[in-house]
């Protein structure tokens, strides 16, 4: 591998990225899978950083979920977005930043389709004012979360209170990055390294300690692919592709995976345990599975956040190997307990992947 | 006294052009920008389809031309229209004034870097087509493994690609990787070799016949399909996803090298010289054509030719007929003020 060659292409690949007053919508699917993110981003950026995230509870679903798995038009989508772009506007707001990857791609979709197809974007804005009276602004800045992260990824480094640093060996933690398909194999030009070397979560785990490891299966969708999963019969055919990038792993002893997609996160994360009951097989050392964190909960993590604040007991894959290894302090027996320390009770264990 | 025409670019196009205008009688003077003759195929190794060396063709016709006035490491800075020709000013300080220039200044290859799931620059095994042609000619290459055993090919690289602002077939690396892949047959006989291919373009005399020989005589595997993605391996090796569209299945093979066949690209240099002389470029980005049937040397500016891979892919047979019909065309042009 020539580090300066993808060096050279992440040059190639940057965008301007403003560094504060962003409005801020939250994914469909990101509260159900990994709770706890979303609002760790607004707690890391106001709070830690300082930013202005500005967010409204009257947002909806983008309608990329459903664009993607084929049950709506794109049109229909269009609306969506253009409803999206007006409570924007009447925040007095330029900069936009979707917490989803599939919303990432679905409005850069939308925005290119309407540079390309300006009749339509008129005909978008006459359908949302007929349904509900409102106008937009087109945003002057569009972000993925991911990018924010990485733009104040060394701010993070500077106030970090642990290290990605094995620390009983000093060693960098050797993870993988996975970036969603709707971050940049569509538009490469709008993600950071572009579609085939991103540098976003690359550039995260680098300023925090880690080193990022290659595979030969890197680029690999993560299973789900939406109808592979969601239709019902195909989801043999979902597994079936993450065991693959598990089976291209294994020989590079990857500690931790990092991921910027819900879809991306969740899966490679649950089908483990599916591949560990159906073959016998675990990933991680000791049977233990290799953890998959999102951005949110990295940064947390090193910012010194508590790991269950974070969310990390609602991933199937035991985290604590991981935050022994870089010296996370944590109270195990707090894991199971919700916020007002009730008991949530633990859940019943796998046949063969473990976890605590 | 002879008179002076100018051409510009010294490869394989603007010395057969050299050596007919000296036999017609005139007073050549080649301005190359490199330090050499030969362009491109003086630094290949073998030509199909009969594996004549290249570095023999550069030097019967170095030798033939070696009455003409050749500056090397030279650029042309201006063009003027004079009332009855053109004053071409030189890098080297030296003015020309001629009736006639021709224009012959190639093509650049395609940057391979640019398709990056390829992994040009970015993964130790992988080369391009010229890389390999260096390493014929006794380049030594670290990227080359002592004795690979699987060695791949895969055409159309930055050529006929829409994404890559390339429309054209680049026309000779069909052959070319057929040509590569043998010549890797004769140095490895062990080595497993797959050409990855969308069409074989192979209209020439011969090619067919060399086309089955890689086949039959030397094992070669042509897969119909476009190469994916490029991975590493634990051990260095490079991993290749294809689509075998013949099978209709995905396939991935394990491979010690790859040879990517970079296309013919227009040359940022003709676009220079086409502002300086205000010739019309065609929408492929090459010079455009008078015509493309009766007058492809002719350019729209009296008294200026073309010959050679300046408007558009072109073989060496091709290029070289090109260069012998320009010198004719400005013999004429000369004569008759045509």
Redesign the interface.
């Known amino acids: ?2 580090y300066e ?2 060096q ?2 992440w040059k190639d690949y940057q965008k301007e990225i403003p560094d504060d007053h962003w409005y801020y919508v939250r994914s469909c699917i990101r509260q159900n899978f990994f709770p706890a993110s979303e609002r760790k981003f607004t707690d890391i950026t106001r709070n830690d950083l300082g930013k202005d995230v500005y967010e409204t509870p009257y947002h909806t679903t983008c309608g990329g979920i459903a664009y993607h798995c084929d049950a709506i038009p794109q049109e229909t989508a269009m609306t969506i977005v253009a409803r999206q772009f007006a409570l924007m506007t009447e925040s007095g707001y330029e900069n936009y930043v979707p917490s989803c990857v599939t919303s990432f791609g679905n409005y850069v979709e939308i925005l290119e389709t309407w540079r390309e197809f300006p009749e339509l974007e008129t005909r978008i804005r006459e359908q949302l004012w007929k349904a509900c009276r409102r106008e937009f602004n087109k945003p002057k800045y569009l972000a993925h979360t991911s990018d924010l992260i990485y733009h104040w990824r060394n701010e993070i480094a500077e106030k970090a209170r642990y290290r990605l640093i094995d620390k009983e060996t000093g060693e960098p933690v050797r993870m993988a990055e996975h970036i969603g398909c709707h971050y940049a194999k569509m538009f490469p030009s709008k993600g950071i390294g ?4 991103p540098y976003v979560l690359a550039g995260m785990i680098e300023s925090w300690g880690g080193q990022v490891v ?6 690999h969708c993560c299973g789900y692919g939406f109808r592979q999963y969601h239709m019902k019969a195909n989801r043999g055919y979902c597994v079936s592709n993450t065991h693959k990038k598990f089976e291209s792993m294994e ?2 002893g990857i500690q931790a995976i990092l991921t910027n997609c819900p879809g991306c996160c969740y899966f490679m994360d649950r089908w483990q345990y599916v591949i560990s009951e159906q073959t016998g097989k675990t990933y991680g050392k000791d049977g233990f599975g290799i953890p998959v964190f999102t951005y949110e909960e990295l940064a947390g993590l090193v910012l010194g956040y508590d790991p269950w604040d974070l969310g990390l007991q609602l991933h199937q894959v035991a985290v604590e190997p991981f935050l022994d290894r870089i010296g996370v302090e944590y109270d195990p027996k707090a894991k199971y307990l919700g916020l007002n320390k009730e008991d949530l009770l633990k859940p019943e264990l796998p046949t063969n992947l473990k976890c605590f | 006294m002879k008179e002076n025409v100018v051409i510009i670019g010294g490869g394989i196009a603007g010395m057969e052009a050299a050596r007919q205008l000296l036999l017609l009688g005139y007073h050549p003077i080649v301005v190359e920008q490199k330090d050499r003759l030969g362009g491109h195929v003086g630094q290949w190794h073998r030509l199909f389809p009969d594996m004549a060396s290249a570095q023999d063709l550069i030097r019967g016709l170095g030798e033939e031309i070696s009455d003409a006035n050749i500056f090397l490491e030279t650029k042309v800075n201006s063009i003027n229209r004079l009332r009855d020709g053109y004053q071409v000013m030189l890098s080297n300080g030296v003015n020309v004034a001629c009736r006639s220039l021709l224009v012959a200044s190639g093509f650049q290859l395609f940057d391979a ?1 640019r398709k ?2 390829y ?1 040009y ?4 095994h992988v080369i391009t087509n010229s890389d390999l042609e260096a390493w014929f000619n006794g380049k030594p290459d670290v990227r080359i493994p002592e004795v690979p055993e699987n060695v791949g090919f895969v055409h159309c690289v930055g050529s006929r690609d829409l994404k890559a602002g390339n429309l054209e077939c680049s026309k000779v690396c069909c052959m070319t990787a057929v040509k590569q892949a043998i010549e890797i047959k004769e140095k490895f006989p062990s080595a497993r070799v797959w050409c990855f291919y969308m069409d074989l373009r192979l209209f020439g005399k011969k090619y067919e016949d060399f086309y089955l020989g890689a086949q039959q005589e030397y094992g070669i595997q042509f897969v119909r399909g476009r190469v994916s ?1 490029v ?4 051990d260095g090796r490079l ?1 290749v996803k294809a689509e075998d569209t013949l099978t209709g299945k995905p396939l991935r093979v394990r491979l010690d090298l790859l040879v990517l066949m970079a296309g013919m690209a227009c040359n940022p240099e003709m676009t220079r010289l086409a502002r300086m002389a205000r010739l019309d470029i065609d929408s492929d980005g090459f010079l455009k054509s008078l015509d493309n049937i009766r007058s492809i040397n002719a350019s729209n500016r009296p008294g200026i030719f073309f010959a050679g891979a300046c408007t558009g892919p072109k073989t060496v047979p091709e290029t070289l007929a090109e260069a012998r019909a320009a010198a004719l065309d400005i013999h004429r042009y000369l004569q008759k003020g045509l």
């Open positions: 591998m020539i060659g993808k050279k292409i572009g579609a085939e070397y290659d595979y030969p299966e890197r680029r020989p590079y | 870097a990056e799931e992994g620059g970015v993964y130790d993605e991975g590493e391996t634990a991993q």
